[in-house]
């Protein structure tokens, strides 16, 4: 049974007119009292069900998800989420559409960005590229009031008005952290596969990976990126030619995508010592990985949850109400093959989803 309202002020010790005040931004609450509240929020696993209240209101919402396309099976999974939530406009009254750019593409994006903003949407929810023409394209949709949601990847130079995604700099620490005692004694270089660094998730992964093994492995050399371009083909033959030239490299961070195009150059490695793999992602081929031992651990995001975050964000940026903060922050998962989640029988490359009898779709505590 998902936390009300009567557990926050219980939780925080208040009353309920003050819990209503705090989440609709009222005036009268003192801010010792407010922090209270919003900590209890935060411990409970409030989800404020936003639903109802659009209900009551019959207002439609008209939102545009720009992803980019391609053979990204992490990019796919989110677009499933996406459709899903096309799927549930009738109650969650919302008119979604779907605009594909090419990947790593800023002209494309910019382009799809001033489209967008010629018609007017409630809202905006974006898979960015770091480029100061897609900054000035992002801020051209918030100057006409047009709030926009960044997912996955972040636009910090922007007016953008939330990022749904994990802490991307914690994420690389973590992969590091992980690496480097995976590794324990052995030893030998650390390469590390991108898509591209023009997007601004995979550099921050990056500078947290190579902030953790400078500070605790620094006998462990991090080559430098290897950009896959989120193609296979292409991350498999790099990653083939980095292996046959450095066959002495004793692990590989797979900061972005190209899963599929690392798993089969780890097939074909000759014979020698094993490589230590962190990965992100969770989909059929890096679960499949994971169970044959050519991947140690997979870092992993729901795009479930960013798709449900990018929508509440935008309802509440157009109905001019609070954001609760709590509610948003997306976690990073660690899998191992021992912690390998239940798989729900599905042959597509998708995302792991947690079952709908854990998280109710409506109001779930994401």
Same mark, same amino acid.
């Given at each position: 049974?998902?936390?009300?309202?009567?557990?926050? %002020?219980?939780?925080?010790?208040?009353?309920? *007119?003050? =819990? /209503? #005040?705090?989440?609709?931004? &009222?005036?009268? !609450?003192? $801010?010792?009292?407010?922090?209270?509240?919003?900590?209890?929020?935060?411990?409970?696993?409030?989800?404020?069900?936003?639903?109802?209240?659009?209900?009551?209101?019959?207002?439609?919402?008209?939102?545009?998800?720009?992803?980019?396309?391609?053979?990204?099976?992490?990019?796919?999974?989110?677009?499933?989420?996406?459709?899903?939530?096309?799927?549930?406009?009738?109650?969650?009254?919302?008119?979604?559409?779907?605009?594909?750019?090419?990947?790593?593409?800023?002209?494309?994006?910019?382009?799809?960005?001033?489209?967008?903003?010629?018609?007017?949407?409630?809202?905006?929810?974006?898979? %960015?590229?770091?480029?100061?023409?897609?900054? *000035?394209? =992002? /801020? #051209?949709?918030?100057?006409? &009031?047009?709030? !926009?949601? $960044?997912?996955?990847?972040?636009?910090?130079?922007?007016?953008?008005?939330?990022?749904?995604?994990?802490?991307?700099?914690?994420?690389?620490?973590?992969?590091?952290?992980?690496?480097?005692?995976?590794?324990?004694?052995?030893?030998?270089?650390?390469?590390?596969?991108?898509?591209?660094?023009?997007?601004?998730?995979?550099?921050?992964?990056?500078?947290?990976?190579?902030?953790?093994?400078?500070?605790?492995?620094?006998?462990?050399?991090?080559?430098?990126?290897?950009?896959?371009?989120?193609?296979?083909?292409?991350?498999?033959?790099?990653?083939?030619?980095?292996?046959?030239?450095?066959?002495?490299?004793?692990?590989?961070?797979?900061?972005?995508?190209?899963?599929?195009?690392?798993?089969?150059?780890?097939?074909?490695?000759?014979?020698?010592?094993?490589?230590?793999?962190?990965?992100?992602?969770?989909?059929?081929?890096?679960?499949?990985?994971?169970?044959?031992?050519?991947?140690?651990?997979?870092?992993?995001?729901?795009?479930?949850?960013?798709?449900?975050?990018?929508?509440?964000?935008?309802?509440?940026?157009?109905?001019?109400?609070?954001?609760?903060?709590?509610?948003?922050?997306?976690?990073?998962?660690?899998?191992?093959?021992?912690?390998?989640?239940?798989?729900?029988?599905?042959?597509?490359?998708?995302?792991?989803?947690?079952?709908?009898?854990?998280?109710?779709?409506?109001?779930?505590?994401?």
């Amino acid at each position: 049974m998902r936390p009300t309202v009567h557990d926050i %002020a219980a939780a925080a010790g208040v009353s309920l *007119a003050t =819990v /209503d #005040r705090v989440l609709n931004q &009222r005036a009268g !609450v003192r $801010t010792v009292t407010r922090e209270k509240v919003e900590q209890a929020i935060e411990r409970i696993g409030y989800v404020r069900d936003v639903a109802a209240a659009n209900l009551a209101k019959s207002r439609i919402y008209p939102f545009v998800f720009i992803l980019p396309f391609g053979d990204n099976s992490f990019m796919r999974g989110l677009e499933a989420q996406v459709r899903a939530a096309i799927g549930r406009s009738a109650v969650e009254r919302t008119d979604i559409s779907i605009v594909s750019v090419p990947a790593f593409n800023a002209e494309a994006l910019v382009a799809a960005l001033d489209e967008a903003r010629a018609r007017s949407p409630a809202g905006v929810a974006v898979v %960015a590229i770091d480029s100061p023409d897609v900054v *000035a394209a =992002v /801020d #051209r949709l918030r100057s006409d &009031r047009i709030p !926009v949601v $960044t997912l996955v990847s972040d636009l910090a130079g922007s007016k953008r008005d939330h990022f749904a995604g994990v802490d991307n700099i914690a994420a690389g620490r973590t992969a590091a952290s992980l690496m480097g005692r995976f590794l324990g004694g052995r030893s030998g270089p650390v390469a590390v596969l991108a898509g591209s660094m023009l997007v601004r998730d995979h550099r921050e992964r990056l500078d947290g990976f190579c902030a953790v093994m400078k500070e605790s492995f620094a006998g462990h050399a991090v080559l430098p990126v290897i950009e896959g371009q989120d193609d296979p083909a292409l991350a498999e033959r790099l990653v083939g030619e980095a292996l046959a030239a450095s066959p002495e490299i004793a692990g590989i961070y797979s900061l972005g995508a190209g899963n599929r195009g690392l798993i089969a150059a780890l097939k074909h490695k000759s014979s020698g010592s094993p490589v230590c793999v962190i990965a992100h992602e969770l989909t059929q081929h890096t679960r499949a990985a994971l169970n044959d031992g050519l991947i140690d651990a997979v870092l992993n995001q729901d795009a479930g949850h960013e798709v449900r975050s990018a929508i509440r964000v935008l309802k509440a940026k157009a109905d001019g109400v609070a954001v609760i903060g709590a509610q948003e922050r997306i976690r990073i998962d660690i899998f191992l093959k021992d912690n390998l989640p239940f798989e729900e029988g599905s042959e597509t490359d998708a995302p792991f989803e947690r079952g709908s009898n854990q998280e109710p779709e409506q109001g779930r505590q994401d």
